[in-house]
């Protein structure tokens, strides 16, 4: 299963299995695609933030699929006699959706055997300009008052990758994820029991071409192993 919770944002991608601990911390939930193995936890998740009376969830999920995972929640809200009305909220590569506090999520394209989607957090922050630092503090804020526009600059920060169930088209459609500081990425086939080939068949990749990849980022967080490998195979 996939499951991952980023608690600073309030965010998780995919919910193929939900800790009780995680399901009423977060306020928007990004689904990368539908199979089993990163939605089969969601119901748990929606019952145990009805049970604790947790609000609404905003959920994100590839346009093409909207409909059918909307009818699929209804009818489990039926089901399980579930209160919480929670919004399922379509996506298609370029969207950009706005967290507050300068915090973005942008929806990028995947390549999967089903319809399938990325997302890449970036932040945006106002900083003080270079010649600007050196002056005592009340200064810089009597100048705010008249200077504002001259004195400060937007950086915009690429903080976090989540790609999964793609094949390594993902690089050349998506450059920028090479470039952020945290990338979460895939890489189902991991030694010679499996071809690239074999991968790419499945809209998988293969570790060899995440390691020919030129990562410029700080962190990168190898996830979706093939359950052909042990758990000492994938640490090995």
């Given at each position: 299963y996939t499951a991952i919770?980023?608690?600073?944002?309030r965010i998780q991608f995919d919910a193929g299995l939900q800790m009780r601990?995680?399901?009423?911390?977060?306020?928007?939930l990004f689904l990368s695609h539908c199979h089993g193995d990163h939605i089969g936890g969601l119901?748990?998740?929606?019952?145990?933030?009805?049970?604790?009376?947790?609000?609404?969830?905003k959920i994100y999920c590839p346009d093409s699929v909207c409909e059918e995972l909307s009818a699929l929640?209804?009818?489990?809200?039926?089901?399980?006699?579930?209160?919480?009305e929670n919004q399922i909220l379509p996506v298609v590569p370029g969207d950009v959706v706005k967290l507050g506090r300068g915090v973005d999520v942008h929806v990028l394209r995947s390549h999967h055997r089903v319809p399938c989607v990325g997302?890449?957090?970036?932040?945006?922050?106002?900083?003080?300009?270079?010649?600007?630092?050196?002056?005592?503090?009340?200064?810089?804020?009597?100048?705010?008052l008249t200077q504002a526009d001259q004195m400060f600059f937007s950086h915009t920060s690429n903080d976090l990758t989540y790609i999964t169930d793609t094949t390594s088209k993902v690089f050349a459609t998506n450059p920028s994820v090479l470039e952020s500081k945290i990338l979460i990425c895939e890489a189902t086939y991991l030694d010679e029991k499996y071809t690239i080939e074999q991968a790419q068949r499945g809209g998988h990749m293969h570790l060899d071409e995440l390691l020919h990849q030129e990562f410029k980022g700080e962190h990168l967080v190898i996830i979706h192993p093939s359950q052909a490998y042990s758990p000492n195979d994938v640490h090995r």
């Open positions: 919770v980023v608690p600073e944002l601990k995680h399901a009423c911390s977060v306020d928007h119901f748990a998740m929606l019952g145990i933030r009805d049970m604790l009376r947790a609000k609404p969830l929640l209804k009818a489990a809200s039926s089901l399980f006699k579930l209160d919480t997302y890449q957090v970036h932040k945006t922050t106002t900083r003080l300009k270079d010649e600007y630092k050196a002056l005592p503090g009340a200064e810089i804020a009597q100048l705010r």
